[in-house]
């Protein structure tokens, strides 16, 4: 296996499912924490076990079945949150406990009416706290993203110093640039004294669509773990996508030197899986699983993947786990594409009968999204009913 390991941290049971009309009973959770487990994963975020007794059930259950994966619960920097998380935690194999609080002055100000000072304590107190149900304790240090670096680094360094084993770098807003989250990991790489004690994590939300992309600058820039969640799923426009950071390092494995342990043809049966039970549709354009991923519709595209599929497709579908790739007939097709499928439903055309055909093609397409193998039966059938009598 090429280059240094990136851990893949999956939080679609947490951040995931905070998403409106996405709950999940305990069953639910359990069959998808299981093909979390089959997938790869290397942490599964369980739930936040004080925020209701139906999450504190799910991530108890969840411990129980996971045999590999490390079970995460997620507190506050709250004493009765961790001692909540370590109790639902207590059957797991490897428990981790995921703690804790604001860093932004956003946060410190508005939320916690409090200082930077004062901050700093309780998220190192929360991490003492933590330690004493587990040895792998994650900080978070939520809206680290419009957190001033300086700062950061000192939280970074006291947490660590209390215990934290990995830290986790939020960018809960999704406001940063990829070059400014890449700058941030590296200033805490090359300015906190104890950060070779610890793992930083990316957590990127995806506000302006540039959730996968900071949390590959994360790694280029020294961070070893991306939380991440199935199809993209999370607060407002949602985390990153596990599935696209996956693909990033394993297409880009020569240039970036990473490599992750996910198996990556469960990426589209799983997506299925997790869009099906939180009843929450792909998006048919979305990279890797979405409907549309490997499907060519206009006729350049079509010709030119007909000669050659890595004209324009860079991921061999079976490699995602996805059906195949697809030539849609629609009213931009060309001739090689109708060609193409006639000759998968059986019929021997030459050039001069597709030319022909084509013009019939077109008609019905600009009536229909779409020509499907049923249309072209009939007008095979009539193009020849009509040669026969000629
Ligand atoms: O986005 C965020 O900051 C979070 C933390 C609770 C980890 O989800
Ligand atoms: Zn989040």
């Not at 901050?119 to 003492?128: G, N």
Request: net charge negative; with cysteine; hydrophobic share 40%.
């Amino acid at each position: 296996m090429p280059g240094q390991k990136v851990f893949i941290f999956d939080t679609t049971l947490r951040d995931g499912e905070q998403v409106p009309g996405c709950k999940l009973n305990t069953t639910e959770k359990i069959e998808i924490a299981l093909a979390l487990e089959a997938l790869g994963v290397d942490i599964i975020e369980a739930g936040f076990p004080i925020s209701s007794p139906g999450d504190f059930q799910s991530v108890n259950e969840i411990g129980k079945v996971i045999k590999n994966a490390v079970v995460c619960g997620l507190s506050r920097a709250v004493q009765k949150d961790i001692e909540v998380a370590a109790e639902a935690l207590q059957s797991a194999k490897r428990r981790r406990i995921h703690t804790g609080i604001g860093t932004s002055d956003f946060h410190i100000k508005s939320k916690f009416n409090s200082t930077r000072e004062e901050i700093l304590e309780r998220a190192a107190q929360a991490v003492k706290w933590a330690r004493n149900f587990t040895d792998d304790v994650e900080f978070y240090a939520e809206d680290a993203g419009r957190t001033d670096n300086e700062y950061l680094a000192r939280v970074v360094e006291a947490v660590i110093a209390a215990g934290a084993t990995t830290v986790n770098i939020p960018d809960t807003t999704g406001y940063c640039l990829p070059h400014q989250y890449g700058e941030k990991i590296a200033f805490l790489v090359n300015n906190v004294p104890n950060i070779d004690k610890a793992v930083l994590s990316c957590h990127c939300h995806n506000d302006l669509g540039l959730a996968t992309a900071n949390s590959i600058a994360g790694v280029i820039s020294g961070a070893r773990q991306i939380e991440c969640t199935i199809n993209g799923l999370g607060e407002r426009a949602g985390n990153t996508s596990l599935e696209e950071v996956v693909m990033v390092i394993k297409q880009h494995a020569s240039t970036l030197g990473f490599y992750t342990d996910i198996n990556s043809k469960q990426l589209n049966p799983l997506s299925r899986l997790v869009s099906d039970t939180m009843r929450m549709p792909v998006q048919p354009n979305k990279a890797i699983v979405g409907a549309n991923a490997f499907s060519h519709s206009s006729g350049i595209h079509q010709d030119g993947f007909l000669k050659d599929a890595q004209t324009y497709e860079i991921i061999n579908p079976e490699e995602v786990g996805a059906d195949g790739s697809k030539i849609v007939l629609t009213a931009r097709s060309g001739r090689s594409a109708l060609a193409h499928r006639f000759q998968k439903l059986g019929f021997q055309f030459n050039r001069n009968d597709v030319d022909v055909l084509y013009e019939q093609f077109l008609k019905v397409a600009d009536r229909k999204k779409e020509v499907g193998d049923e249309d072209l039966q009939e007008l095979a059938t009539q193009y020849q009913g009509k040669a026969i009598v000629a």
